[in-house]
């Protein structure tokens, strides 16, 4: 009886250390627009980011992600100047494509030291309703209640997804082609479950 009790354990123990869990987009993530224009440099954030992802950690480690999806109201990125918004949900069609999304479709490679590390990998971006698979980096780190924290910069032209970049006052202020998206993604575990 005592032999059974000891294999269960060495057979169930391991498998409870890799847990594979749901994690939810935490509403203190950040996603920001940074560009320039003929007058001044501009930026654009937003809050309010959904999503989820199916990541594997294990004795505090992140050791796999099996999925990532996030998602935005392009509308819901403010300037706080009102002109500017509206002729920025103008370039980017949100009449017609009011999400901006992102779905991650490879790992390359992950690098952890401790409770940090560098993640690279590759995902389809989704702007205007244009797809376009982009590489990205970003840093993660794990924090005592088992939280992660994503932080990446990933730079881009407007026009590689059909978007001409928004002019101002008549055209006589453009805004540069390129941008540069800094995102701050906090994560929290929903659902654990045991990877079998």
Known sequence: MKR??????????????????????????????????TMHDWSMQTSSITGDAQLEVTEGKLTGIKNLQLSLKAESLKSGKNAMDKNAYEALKTGKH???TFKLTTINNIEQKGNEGLITATGMLTIAGVS??????????????????????????????????PSFMFGSVTTGDLVTIDINLLVTASTPTVVQ
């Open 132 to 165: 376009k698979q982009e590489k990205i980096e970003v840093r993660y780190t794990i924090d005592k209640d088992g939280a992660i924290s994503f932080k990446g910069k990933k730079e881009f032209k407007m026009s590689q997804f059909g978007v001409t970049p």
């Open 98 to 100: 009011p999400n901006i």
């Open 4 to 37: 059974s009790i000891i294999f269960l354990l060495m057979f169930v123990l391991p498998l409870a250390m890799m847990a594979q869990s749901t994690y939810k987009i935490s509403p203190k993530s950040v996603l920001k627009v940074d560009g320039t224009s």
